[in-house]
């Protein structure tokens, strides 16, 4: 069985109140990015729901709860033009925001996975909509 590349998720080293907190201020600079601002407004109907699956989200990756239920795969490939410097964006974001959280451990895993997340979402728009061309990660454009 293969190990996981991320630290074990531990419901003693974050609190949902810091993760509550990572996600509102982290959608709270996404929405006023002049990037990516325009994109979560068109394709976000209901903030408090998206509130709550991505704190679900992000608990469930930091803490291990099961709350969450979703594909977000699927979900992002339906964005019509996406680009690298869009996930690029918005993993500087999501750095910038758990670095201002001031809790390192929460800092390194959180980061951890939204690196490889927006690199696997990435992959994933790129097979989908350019089956034909080589996909290029993240950072390598």
């Known amino acids: 069985m293969r190990q996981s590349p991320f630290p074990t998720p531990n419901p003693d080293l974050y609190t949902e109140d810091e993760i509550s907190r990572l996600v509102h201020e982290f959608y709270a600079k996404a929405r006023k990015d002049p990037l990516l601002g325009p994109i979560f407004e068109e ?11 991505m704190t679900n989200f992000w608990s469930a990756q930091l803490r291990g709860t099961s709350r969450f239920r979703g594909a977000p795969m699927p979900k992002h490939i339906a964005l019509p033009e996406l680009s690298a410097n869009l996930f690029e964006r918005w993993l500087a974001l999501f750095k910038q925001t758990t670095e201002e959280l001031g809790n390192s451990g929460l800092e390194q895993h959180a980061n951890m996975i939204a690196t490889f997340i927006a690199n696997r979402l ?5 097979m989908s909509h350019y089956p034909d061309k080589q996909a290029v990660e993240l950072g390598a454009v």
């Open 43 to 53: 394709h976000v109907i209901d903030w408090d729901a998206h509130f709550i699956q």
């Open 122 to 126: 990435w992959q994933g728009y790129q």
